[in-house]
């Protein structure tokens, strides 16, 4: 029988964890009632480097209940690399595995849809939210030119699929081996390929406490997928240097047809308007060069995209 870990990443979610834990035991119960889990089925709940009871309150939990397993990171490393943390200690161990917020924002229920969809064969089903009523105005707008905006640059994402999804064993095989430090994985996992699924829910507010998503780490998050996945901005880069010198050139000839025709130049006025828009053209440009050096440089150092402090099972295991 098909043994699930459902894999949530946690960051100083003291407030949410404890319902959290509640509404996925009842559903855990409910879907292995229904024959479509075993009872080997585990909640993985990773800590990343939170700085409230967080990590406390997941010890407690698997204290009370084996359902509940808990591995903590060494320091916040950001939502992506502690899904990667979740799903590489996940497999070898699960049949699949259901990724989703620990904020109950992701319809519980929709779990049901996509083991039937796993049981069809599916490798890798997408959680696709019907609906962004409950995001804020500037949230909604900025996610919708994002998906444009990495479709332009030839990137494929699933629309309106954040990192709610199921994966099979052999997706999650073939994830791992993907070894880049610079993890973008909505980016990576419709790349894997397999038979692949979607499954919409409508998506909730958040069940309590604040967005662990300010705009600096969306904004990273934006940059990190874009970077990662697409040469494009390089590109555009180019075209636009190329455009500039055309434009110059054109310039060059309206300067000496009027240095010909005797017309005054006073000269002052584009002089300061063409180096304060060049020179910001020209820190844009070298910024953007910059940002993939950096992305080659921390892949080049291939340092570890997170480090486990501490796991629940480590300790039985010493005692065994
Ligand atoms: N999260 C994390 N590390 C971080 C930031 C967020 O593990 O550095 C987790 C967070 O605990 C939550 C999920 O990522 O389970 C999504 O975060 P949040 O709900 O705050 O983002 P939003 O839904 O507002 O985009
Ligand atoms: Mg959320």
């Known amino acids: 029988m098909t043994c699930l870990y459902v894999v949530i990443p946690c960051y100083n979610e003291q407030e949410v964890l404890p319902e959290t834990a509640r509404r996925l035991k009842d559903k855990i119960i409910a879907l292995t009632e ?16 939170s700085v409230d009871e967080t990590w406390t309150l ?9 359902l509940f397993e808990g591995i ?44 039937a969809s796993y049981h069809n064969g599916s490798d890798i089903v997408f959680g696709v939210r019907s609906n962004r009523d409950t995001d804020s105005f500037f949230k909604r707008h900025s996610a919708q030119g994002y998906y444009k905006v990495m479709r332009k640059m030839g ?29 973008f994985l909505r980016g990576i996992v419709p790349e894997l390929g397999f038979k ?41 880069i180019s075209r636009l240097g190329i455009l500039l010198a055309f434009l110059s050139l054109a310039g060059l000839v309206y300067a000496l047809i009027s240095k010909i025709s005797g017309s005054a130049v006073s000269g ?41 402090e501490e796991t629940t099972w480590q300790e039985e295991e010493k005692n065994v």
């Open 58 to 66: 997941i010890r407690a939990l698997h204290d009370v209940d084996d």
């Open 34 to 49: 229904k024959g479509m889990i075993s009872a080997e089925s585990r909640v993985l709940l990773v800590d990343d480097g």
């Open 155 to 183: 990137i494929e994402l699933v629309y309106n699929h954040a990192d709610y999804r199921l994966m099979s064993r052999r997706a999650l095989e073939a994830l791992n081996e993907y070894t880049e430090v610079n993890l």
């Open 196 to 236: 692949t699924d979607v499954v919409y829910y409508k998506r909730a507010e958040r069940f309590a406490g604040e967005t662990k998503y300010p705009l600096k780490k969306m904004i990273a998050l934006a940059v990190e997928g874009v970077t990662s996945f697409s040469v494009q901005p390089l590109k555009i």
């Open 268 to 308: 002052w006025t584009t002089i300061i308007l063409s180096i304060w828009f060049l020179g910001g053209l020209q820190l844009l440009c070298i910024g953007v060069v910059g940002t993939y050096i950096g992305r080659i440089y921390s892949e080049v150092k291939a340092r570890p995209r997170y480090i486990i």
């Open 72 to 115: 903590k990171l060494s320091h916040n490393r950001g939502q992506q690399n502690a899904f990667l943390a979740g799903l590489q200690a996940a497999s070898g161990k699960a049949d699949c595995v259901i990724t989703m917020d620990a904020d109950l924002q992701d319809d519980i229920d929709a779990m049901d849809a996509m083991l």
